[in-house]
């Protein structure tokens, strides 16, 4: 077992750069989830840490170990590739086997590990089986089978669960955080979808357009974003965005309006950087945050209710054509086409300037 | 997406037409090689044998030297084949994915390497090989067949190799394979019927090579089928019945041959590895 850094690594490819500076350290035993949009460079930066691909600049440490230029088999590390990567002409047993038969085990104590592997992973009726007599979800399973068995020092898994469907992508989102706890291993693992890394994730690593955004637990990104595109990644269905002006700033809290929109006078408690009178900033509500008997109130017509059960998604046009979504528990009270006030929680609001850093 | 009758008709009446383009040679020179030779020579030829011999067989592989033909011909077929397969699967691989300078020239020259007319080349080889003792060897035509059919057979597996999704290969990476390794034990078995193709080519093109056997090897008892065979055939007039019988022996092997390699002829060798 072992930590993972990452100082200053930079891609390019030909003549863009790709991952423009990267600074990172894990932990030993951390769960760390790369998000991010597609193609902002969370597989290229995996792909890094494997050593599938080269590194243009700065160097990889692995438990202390410059990697930067090691072969990926000697780093390590054991990879899960979103699309397996089984060998096709092998047995289940075979292609968990072979990493161990490459490391250059008795045959005896390959079939012993390989025996581990399957029971915890329930494949062990389908070990004589060839990859595609299986399933998806046991497909999957193999290639974890793969990883776990040489016991390695970090995890890598990228997208592992996107070529699965929804109920099986959550029943192996949950034996994956299973295997953590009972590994306790480095794992260092990619997706595009927040829900994974919200649940999955000790801490996560926001990505966009190849540099880090925000590093942090699941709550405090969610909590306590320092960017708008944090705020709006994180969270689902995203946060609420509407243009306010600032009127004054005082004792820490600066005072926002948006006349046509209702909001008057909404006091937003400042994390740090000031905000100045007259400036235009962005005033972040998430759904969740709405409720009878909050402090401001936000004006629209409701356009669609989307109602689950116990929440109700009510979405909604404003008067300068922008949509929110609003979160409530009471199901029967919004219908489509009426006006409303939306009520909501200005303690929990969050204030965002031009730059769309949070103010 | 079914087919109506209409398109059903077409497509089988096409195929009729192929069959018998391609088949009806074959069926004239088989049932020829076991006719009486009056019936062979008849002024109306027959579809359908009326008569049946061994005669032209058994004179064949009794009074000629045609066994001796087949015999050099299979080892230099199979000894061409073998080592045109074993060089061009890792030069293939070479080429797909070492990074050396100079290789998408290289690459791309190799098959340059038939655009000259093969009597240009024929003439120094003949030169070089008489310098090194090689002329009236085997062992000459087993290194001509190899060097024609190596750059085409390149090009051929190379295609086969990019069919492979990428991630199995950096999962043998990461698994700690060295790259003789994954060519041989991963590589290798997915593109089965690259290697197939390839050896069919390579041992159909050494079968029939007739004018480097014809100029490389001099003595009659290692002379190759297509180079002894035009010798029997001028040797005692024409023997239309010894025609025919040979023609039908010379392709049995490649029957074989098609018999064996055939079943490497699989698809969705990679189903089941990525998805
Ligand atoms: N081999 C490559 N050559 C050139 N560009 C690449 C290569 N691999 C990835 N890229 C580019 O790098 C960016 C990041 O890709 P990737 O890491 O795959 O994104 P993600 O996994 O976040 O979707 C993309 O813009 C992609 O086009
Ligand atoms: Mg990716």
């Known amino acids: 077992m072992a930590g993972l850094s990452l100082k200053s690594v930079k891609k390019r490819f030909g003549d863009t750069e790709v991952i423009t500076g990267v600074d990172l350290s894990v932990e030993d035993g951390e769960f760390l989830v790369f998000v991010g949009p597609s193609g902002c460079g969370k597989s290229t930066l995996l792909r890094m840490i494997a050593g599938l691909e080269s590194v243009s600049d700065g160097n990889i440490e692995i438990g202390g170990r410059d990697v930067t230029h090691l072969d990926p088999a000697r780093r390590g590390i054991a990879m899960v590739f979103q699309t397996y990567a089984l060998y096709p002409h092998m047995t289940v047993a075979a292609n968990i086997g072979f990493p161990l038969e490459m490391a250059g085990l008795g045959q005896g104590e390959i079939d012993r590990k390989v025996a581990d592997a399957a029971k915890v992973l329930h494949l062990e009726p389908y070990l004589q089986r060839k990859p595609r007599e299986l399933s998806g979800g046991q497909r999957q399973r193999v290639a974890i089978g793969r990883a776990i068995v040489r016991q390695p020092d970090v995890f890598l898994f990228d997208e592992p669960l996107s070529n699965l469907d929804a109920e099986l992508r959550i029943q192996m989102r949950l034996e994956i955080a299973r295997l953590h706890q009972k590994l306790k291993s480095t794992m260092v693992y990619v997706t595009h979808d927040q829900v994974e890394a919200m649940t999955l994730a000790s801490r996560i690593v926001v990505l966009r357009a190849g540099r880090i955004e925000q590093v942090g637990a699941p709550l405090d990104l969610y909590e306590n974003p320092d960017n708008i595109f944090v705020a709006g990644f994180i969270g689902s269905p995203r946060m609420n965005f509407v243009t306010t002006t600032v009127s004054r700033v005082a004792d820490g809290f600066a005072y926002v309006n948006a006349d046509t929109l209702g909001l008057k006078e909404i006091a937003v408690r400042l994390r740090g950087a000031v905000a100045s009178a007259g400036e235009t900033v962005t005033l972040g509500i998430r759904p969740e945050h709405f409720g009878p008997n909050g402090a401001g109130s936000l004006e629209g017509t409701v356009s669609v209710v989307e109602r689950l059960g116990g929440v109700s998604y009510v979405h909604a046009s404003l008067a300068d054509g922008s949509q929110i979504a609003v979160e409530s528990r009471d199901s029967r009270a919004y219908q489509a086409g009426q006006n409303h006030a939306f009520a909501f929680d200005t303690d929990r609001a969050l204030l965002f300037g031009s730059d769309g850093r949070r103010l | ?275």
């Open chain 2, 1 to 275: 997406m079914k087919r109506t009758l209409p398109q059903s008709f077409v497509l089988y009446s096409g195929l009729v037409v192929v069959l018998l383009i391609i088949g009806l040679p074959f069926w004239w020179v088989i049932t020829g090689s076991i006719k009486v030779p009056r019936e062979i020579i008849a002024r109306v030829p027959t579809m359908f044998p009326q008569s049946f011999t061994l005669q032209h067989f058994e004179k064949l592989f009794q009074s000629t030297d045609f066994p001796a033909y087949l015999v050099n011909s299979i080892g230099v077929a199979l000894f061409s084949t073998v080592i045109t397969v074993a060089l061009a699967l890792p030069a293939a691989y070479a080429f797909f994915r070492m990074r050396f300078p100079g290789r998408a020239a290289l690459y791309r020259l190799i098959l340059l390497a038939y655009a000259f007319p093969t009597i240009v080349v024929l003439i120094p080889i003949y030169g070089f090989f008489a310098k090194v003792g090689l002329i009236d060897t085997r062992t000459s035509l087993v290194i001509i067949n190899v060097a024609f059919a190596l750059p085409f057979s390149i090009w051929m597996m190379r295609s086969f190799l990019s069919t492979v999704p990428r991630e199995i290969e950096e999962a043998a990476v990461i698994d700690g394979a060295p790259a003789r390794v994954i060519l041989l034990r991963i590589m290798a078995p997915l593109i089965a019927p690259g290697i197939a193709s390839v050896a069919i080519f390579t041992f159909i093109a050494s079968w029939t090579e007739y004018l480097f056997a014809s100029v490389l090897i001099v003595s009659d008892a290692r002379r190759t089928i297509p180079v002894g065979f035009a010798g029997i055939i001028g040797q005692y007039q024409i023997d239309w019945g010894l025609l025919l019988a040979g023609a039908t022996a010379a392709t049995i092997p490649v029957v074989i041959l098609f018999a064996f390699v055939g079943r490497w002829f699989v698809s969705g060798l990679t189903e089941g590895a990525v998805k």
